[in-house]
């Protein structure tokens, strides 16, 4: 195993405008480096890398796939990668114990939740350092991901104890009507790389609130949170078989079985429009129960009457949230004309001034690098694409090139229709940006894609901003908001971007059925 050490990284990219943004802190050797109290080493090694089905299980072979660091392309660690046969394994152990945990009083599965909670919150540090190893985001984006996801786990040891039935009179005269939910049995999650742990928790928190069992399938690129986060539930008396995590190096090989298996009841999947249209397909011989959180190309639209200086702040936020490897991450800014150019300017001054690239455990980072190779070069294809149809180049636009997976923070202007940019989730740091006249045009600009996860919207005028937010295809909108991810608040989308929803009062009944019984 090659357990890689901030003082073994020698490259350092240069900052999105291109001044050099410093130097790598040097020294890891005491006990804090980054505001960390622990190291890399530390965190490596306390990460289960064997599969978790009721403990740490080694693959049926012995194979195992390599986690590589987005910062410099080398190995952390070696983790098991599953066969079908070990997936049927994780299916067994949930079937057996899943009456079991049905029966659970909902109060003890919620305080099960809540140790969880307590448990990643006085561990946070660790994780966050876990994430940024695995996935590249700066420390701070990491920090805030941990808090984020541990949510996740309060808000939904306090929803298990508010399941609620009804009973009524039949309207008939004929007898009584009973409404009952009960969980929908052992579920399957298959999670994406650019969120490692809340991507899981707010999958796994409201399973096993509802009284279900669940099987992890995390991405091959970002498997370590999650086999921490399933050691740090057992410990925290979650029984064996409730939770199992089988990582993977092909997915759809190992994940096939489970959805041909009638004992698997429910599936739920963060990932691509083009992997989800696929798996609901694999879904549908067993009918069962689907929720999915897919694809986004996300508008940010600006009105002439909006505060353009609030407005270039949410344009960050938005932006550069998780370096852009998010499917909430703004894609497509639509501005209106007479404020176009003042929003453009002060944006690429916010960006130029405010984001520094680098490897994420650097202190001095705002922007890590891109998860791996490919999408890199994604990334530069999308933005040469643009330029040779006529956008204008503001702001970065050139990998730096050397170690690692990083591109800068860059900005497009005068971007024609015909660029791919403006239709494809660029899933990087890459703002184009566009112009509009009227209301109804920009509604139209943002409406016109497949995708309808989420919008924004900036504009001083309550009437508009209602009438917009009204108007724009997608199950989520901010205004005047940046950042809009809540574990209390229902997420999801319309049309390509996938249906159900995550969190909020709505996320437990992903994971419940309604029973009707008829009394006389």
Not at 317 to 331: D, S
């Amino acid at each position: 195993m090659s357990l890689l050490t901030s003082a073994e990284v020698t490259h350092r990219p240069t900052g999105a405008h291109g001044k050099h943004p410093g130097r790598l802190g040097e020294s890891r050797r005491g006990s804090a480096y980054a505001g960390l109290m622990v190291s890399e080493r530390e965190v490596l090694e306390s990460v289960p890398t064997q599969l978790w089905i009721g403990g740490p299980v080694p693959a049926t072979g012995g194979g195992t796939f390599p986690v590589h660091n987005p910062a410099t392309g080398e190995v952390l660690t070696q983790v098991a990668d599953a066969t079908p046969e070990d997936a049927v394994r994780a299916l067994d152990a949930a079937v057996a114990v899943q009456a079991e945990w049905a029966a659970r009083p909902s109060r003890e599965r919620g305080e099960i939740l809540r140790t969880v909670f307590e448990q990643i919150t006085a561990r946070a540090e660790e994780f966050a350092l876990l994430m940024t190893l695995e996935m590249g985001k700066a420390l701070p984006e990491s920090r805030n991901e941990v808090k984020y996801g541990a949510e996740f786990f309060r808000w939904f040891s306090e929803e298990a104890v508010r399941v609620h039935g009804r009973y009524l009179h039949a309207p008939s005269g004929t007898g009584r009507i009973m409404v009952h939910k009960q969980p929908v049995g052992p579920c399957l999650a298959i999670t994406p790389w650019n969120f490692p742990l809340a991507m899981g928790t707010r999958k796994i928190g409201p399973a096993l609130a509802a009284g279900c069992t669940m099987i992890v399938k995390p991405a091959s690129a970002t498997p370590l949170t999650m086999l921490l986060l399933a050691k740090l539930c057992s410990e925290a008396g979650l029984p064996d078989g409730v939770l199992s995590v089988i990582t993977s190096s092909r997915s759809g090989a190992v994940t096939q079985p489970l959805l041909d298996d009638p004992r698997l009841r429910k599936l739920t999947f963060t990932g691509s429009t083009e992997v989800g249209k696929k798996l609901v397909e694999k879904s549908a011989n067993g009918l069962l129960r689907t929720s999915m959180e897919l694809g986004g190309n996300a508008p940010f639209v600006v009105f002439d009457d909006a505060d353009i200086d609030a407005a270039v702040q949410g344009a960050m936020l938005a932006k550069l949230r998780n370096g852009g490897e998010a499917c909430t991450a703004a894609n497509r800014f639509h501005v209106q004309n007479g404020v176009l150019e003042e929003f453009t300017s002060k944006f690429v001054e916010a960006m130029a001034e405010g984001v520094t690239l680098g490897p994420g455990t650097d202190p001095n980072t705002t922007l890590g690098p891109l998860i791996n190779e490919e999408q890199l070069d994604t990334v530069s294809e999308l933005v040469e694409d643009a330029v040779a149809v006529g956008a204008k180049l503001r702001l970065g636009g050139k990998a730096p090139g050397g170690p690692g997976w990083f591109y800068p923070a860059t900005i497009l202007s005068e971007v024609p229709p015909q660029a791919r940019i403006l239709r494809e989730e660029v899933f990087g740091p890459v703002a184009p940006i566009v112009g509009f006249a009227t209301e109804e045009e920009g509604i139209a600009a943002a409406n016109d894609t497949e995708f309808g996860l989420v919008s924004y919207v900036y504009t001083r005028d309550l009437d508009r901003a209602l009438r917009v937010a009204e108007g724009l295809e997608s199950g989520m909108v901010g205004v005047n908001r940046g950042v809009i991810s809540d574990p209390a608040a229902p997420f999801g989308g319309v049309k390509a971007s996938g249906f159900g929803r995550e969190g909020g009062t709505e996320g437990i009944e992903e994971y419940l059925s309604t029973k009707y019984i008829a009394l006389s």
